[in-house]
């Protein structure tokens, strides 16, 4: 396999999986205005909750992807992180927001992620895990790679980037076309006057906040096969997601997946990419997103919104 | 010779009676413990282990240093590990690297984090909330990150080994006296007139501004000092740990300081300390656990952490200072003495001429203001009255600087008066009050008035504050008598040590009144003092405001309530479509 074909494949699969995520940030920034710290913890712990029902704290493997055990350890994870997220809201965030204090809800969403982190060090102790792929791809083609017409691509890499081209569409269906999307984003642009014209405002936040964890979970299966996941994967998967996210400034569901797909294609890039034999090296491979996106912050600058008097 | 030692003589003496004057149980409780701690190592049992206790203090200079960030402005910072880990690898290549001496890296490593800081703060402070805290969240990773990618930095897995010019106990006392010096510090700052300005900033940005609140500058000044603060902790604490790790300043150092400050009382020059002792008691107890258990107790820790920050947050923000203050609330008398008659205007010429010509506002296709003329005489009250949308707000805004105007000029006293933000017009002497009531809650009501009094302070820096310089002293105490002057003109000086979210609406609105009077403007602007008021606080609130006028002020008044105004102004125009549409 050639250089650039690998450079294009590596980056696709990585990409699919953080533009996943940075719909999911956008989904929930659009529809509470909060940046969810949590959210990549939150697909973590999805994945460790189905491995844990599937054979508690030993090694799975891929055999185990037709268990029935792991059928149910999906919907256990679905059913514990979709619980936790609405939890989070009624239990911690939402005295926070309701008095508009920033600090409270970002040491909110923060704390719950270093406690699942913490949670999961406790319990997983080895380096990496195998999620099993519930879609058998590396059976397809040559180890999960085909080639059609000349064009050569990763089966599983397809499969995230549709499902991420899917629930982006999904994300924008939900905020704009239904009653309950358009409800949020009223009470994300003003509270007093959404609940004044009878929006249930914690009804529909707390089942946002409940949203955001059944799409972590779907993130989680779509993207853990990728690779060996460890405790940490997750949380780098967030902030990857949250780069992408901010590349974009949470604009559309569908311009963060975007921008997802090319982080991973520029991460690649970066750590493999020869121009006449000099390139970048791996070092830099995700310094380098991470100071572009702090400077595009400086530049965009006014991000402040105006004060009432 | 004599005269030079003798006014040494009385400013050393000056300088011991406001030190004892300030003297209370809280000072005396500080140095006893401070005492006893310091005293420690020498009849310690031997489980305490002084080089834990001397880790820990490190973080608790770190997060004192970020309760100036998260406390006092209000800043959400998830960076704080961030400038921990630059002093620290700062220190790691400068002795292992560069061959320096310890004792020598550290005051290069303090310069260095608040550079960054600095570098830092200018971006991120102009940042709504919410990106702010996205934003040091990232700088927080890139730290860690780049530690781990370039093992020059960091020393790679293996860590630079970093000699230390001091011994366990050495560092143990070396920590103890910086987290005291910081939290005095942090105390000093927090009831000066530039912490005042900071925490009032925080409450209402809008408001503050109207009284001549600098807010970017302020709060890169605290931002930087926070980071400066933790970058010396950094600095320290890797020559006590004697390698560098590029794990040990990550985002999970961040998130601890950021608990440990709110566990404590984000608002409390204590809560940094009180929240990592909070945190060390954590450690024993999982420590205790895992001895019983016979297993690790590395994981178990950071969970209770974790554990006990979700229960804080749940509560509702509510640290333990707080709660330790709710239990039994203390009143401070405001230790004032009758004071002189200050508040004269400077140049005390009985307020300033106004003359507005053909001011011209436009919003889209609306004429807010349509070539609007005023003029107001030295020492006069013009009533300015008209329906809504008349644009009397608009003018009133235009005067004060928050809007750009299309067209027009303003002269005050006959010189060209081009403010372009509410700060720089507040400087030059005119003042506004919002229509809105926007008093700053937490504060005291005499706080509020600081706010206004402190505004052409000249002696009230950071360094010269900290310093007790006498000259910054005399000040403070200028600008307290001024505050309390303006709370007795507006007849608040009863509520001086009432936090302002407890007063009425109207004396809020008093309160208001006083800060800005207290800021000593030469011309006032009043949108809708009345708003609120009963017929009593009507004949209440005239009287104020003529006292105002006799202390050498012009005013103009926006009101909605006629026959409060034509009893008190000396003229007033009716305001139509953008302009003066009648003479009274």
């Known amino acids: 396999m050639d250089l650039t074909l690998q450079i294009v494949l590596s980056g696709l699969a990585a990409g699919s999986v953080y533009g996943l995520l940075a719909v999911g940030y956008t989904f929930v920034y659009r529809l509470t205005g909060i940046v969810h710290f949590a959210l990549g913890d939150l697909v973590g712990l999805g994945v460790f909750v189905a491995l844990f029902v599937t054979a508690g704290r030993g090694a799975v493997t891929q055999d185990s992807a037709t268990s029935w055990r792991f059928a149910v350890g999906i919907l256990v994870a679905l059913a514990v992180v979709v619980a936790l997220g609405a939890w989070s809201y009624f239990g911690l965030i939402q005295q926070h927001i309701a008095r508009g204090s920033t600090v409270g809800w970002v040491a909110a969403t923060v704390a719950i992620a270093f406690a699942i982190q913490s949670l999961l060090n406790v319990v997983f102790t080895q380096p990496a895990y195998v999620f099993p792929d519930p879609i058998p791809f590396h059976d397809a083609g040559r180890d999960g790679i085909v080639t059609v017409a000349g064009a050569t691509f990763q089966l599983r890499s397809l499969f995230v980037i549709g499902l991420g081209i899917a629930l982006a569409a999904i994300a924008t269906y939900v905020t704009r076309r239904t009653r309950f999307g358009r409800g949020l984003q009223a009470i994300a642009e003003d509270v007093d006057g959404a609940q004044m014209v009878g929006v249930p405002f914690d009804r529909y936040v707390g089942l946002a906040f409940g949203l955001v964890g059944a799409l972590a979970v779907v993130i989680a299966v779509a993207a853990a096969p990728s690779g060996p996941f460890s405790v940490t994967t997750g949380t780098l998967y967030g902030l990857k997601g949250l780069v992408a996210a901010l590349l974009v400034g949470f604009a559309a569901p569908g311009w963060a997946f975007v921008a997802g797909l090319a982080l991973g294609f520029v991460e690649s890039l970066i750590a493999s990419g020869r121009i006449s034999g000099h390139g970048l090296g791996p070092s830099y491979r995700e310094i380098l997103p991470l100071a572009f996106v702090f400077l595009l912050l400086a530049l965009r600058g006014r991000v402040r919104t105006p004060e009432l008097e | ?584």
């Open chain 2, 1 to 584: 010779m004599t005269a030079v030692a003798g006014q040494t003589w009385a400013a050393v003496r000056d300088a011991a009676r406001d030190a004892r004057r300030a003297w209370g149980p809280t000072q005396t409780a500080g140095v006893c413990v401070v005492g006893v701690a310091a005293a420690l190592p020498w009849f310690a049992p031997d489980w305490v282990h002084i080089d834990e206790l001397a880790g820990w203090l490190y973080l608790a200079l770190a997060a004192t240093g970020l309760v100036v960030t998260v406390g006092l402005a209000g800043l959400p910072s998830l960076g704080q590990g961030a400038f921990m880990g630059i002093g620290a690898f700062a220190t790691g290549l400068l002795v292992a690297r560069a061959g320096w001496p310890a004792e020598a890296a550290v005051p290069l490593a303090f310069v260095v984090s608040l550079v960054a800081g600095i570098l830092a703060g200018a971006v991120v402070v102009r940042l709504a909330p919410l990106f702010l805290a996205v934003s040091t969240w990232i700088l927080t990773w890139l730290v860690v990150l780049v530690a781990l990618a370039f093992p020059g930095v960091s020393g790679g897995a293996q860590g630079y080994v970093v000699d230390s010019f001091l011994g366990t106990t050495g560092h143990y006392e070396l920590a103890l006296v910086l987290t005291a010096l910081a939290v005095a510090a942090v105390s000093a700052l927090r009831r000066s007139s530039i912490g005042i300005r900071l925490r009032a900033t925080r409450d209402r940005a809008a408001a503050a501004a109207t009284l001549g609140v600098r807010r970017d500058r302020l709060l890169l000044g605290a931002f930087a000092a926070s980071a400066a603060v933790a970058g010396l902790a950094g600095s320290l604490a890797v020559q006590l740990q004697g390698v560098t790790d590029p794990n040990a300043f990550g985002p999970s150092v961040s998130f601890k300081l950021l608990v440990a400050v709110l566990v404590g009382g984000a608002s409390y020059a204590c809560g940094g300390i009180v929240g990592v002792a909070v945190l060390g008691v954590i450690a024993l107890v999982a420590r205790l656990w895992a001895l019983l258990q016979a297993g690790s107790s590395t994981g178990v820790q950071p969970m209770l952490a974790a554990v006990l920050l979700l229960v804080v947050i749940g509560l509702g923000e509510v640290g333990v200072i707080p709660l330790l203050a709710r239990l039994r609330r203390r009143v401070i008398p405001a230790a004032l003495e009758a004071s002189p008659a200050h508040g004269r205007p400077r140049g005390g010429d009985g307020g300033a001429a106004l003359a507005a010509r053909g001011l011209l506002k436009r919003y889209g296709g609306v004429e807010a203001l349509a070539g609007l003329d005023l003029a107001v005489a030295p020492g006069e009250v013009l009533g300015l009255v008209g329906a809504n949308g008349s644009g009397k707000t608009t003018a009133l805004r235009a005067l004060a600087g928050a809007v750009a105007l299309d067209a027009g000029e303003i002269l005050i006293d006959g010189r060209r008066f081009d403010a372009t933000s509410p700060v720089q017009a507040a400087e030059a002497g005119v003042v506004r009050t919002l229509q809105r009531t926007s008093t700053f809650g937490s504060l005291t009501a005499l706080e509020n008035a600081i706010v206004g009094a402190s505004l052409h302070s000249q002696a009230g820096g950071a360094l010269r504050v900290l310093a007790a310089t006498p000259k910054s002293r005399a000040e403070a105490r200028e600008i307290r008598a001024q505050a309390f002057d303006a709370l007795r003109v507006v007849r608040l000086d009863e509520a001086a040590d009432d936090p302002a979210e407890r007063l009425d609406g109207f004396r809020q609105r008093l309160l208001m009144l006083a800060a800005a009077f207290a800021a000593r403007p030469r011309l006032l602007l009043l949108d809708e003092p009345s708003a609120g008021a009963t017929v009593a606080d009507l004949g209440h609130l005239g009287e104020t405001i003529r006292e105002i006028r006799a202390r050498g002020v012009s005013l103009v008044v926006v009101e909605h309530n006629l026959p409060f105004v034509r009893g008190l102004a000396d003229r007033v125009v009716v305001m139509a479509d953008g302009s003066a549409a009648l003479l009274d």
